[in-house]
């Protein structure tokens, strides 16, 4: 079995064309990826482990789904934005 290093996102950096809003739920998102990434990284795949990845992937769907009623959100009151 080879090791396999999972690379980090760098910081998230604030899109002026997405509402705070967007850009809190992007930064708590990227995080999560990166948390994820970390436990990999830490090589220990028990079953605290995979555990711990499913809690982060439920959050990240979580995420998800309000990044899109957020934005859909910022289409409404700021429809010239929309591309």
């Known amino acids: 079995m080879t090791n396999t ?6 910081e ?3 899109l002026t064309n997405m509402s705070d809003r967007v850009n809190a739920l992007m930064r708590a998102n990227w995080a999560l990826i990166n948390e994820a990434a970390d436990l990999l990284n830490a090589g ?3 079953p605290l482990t995979w555990e711990a990845l499913q809690d982060i992937w439920a959050e990240t769907i ?4 309000n ?3 957020a934005r859909a959100l910022d289409d409404l ?5 929309v591309l």
């Open 44 to 46: 220990d795949m028990g």
């Open 62 to 65: 979580d995420i998800e789904a």
């Open 5 to 10: 290093a999972y690379p980090t996102l760098p």
């Open 67 to 69: 990044i899109a009623k």
């Open 77 to 81: 009151a700021h429809p010239q934005l």
């Open 12 to 14: 998230w950096v604030d």
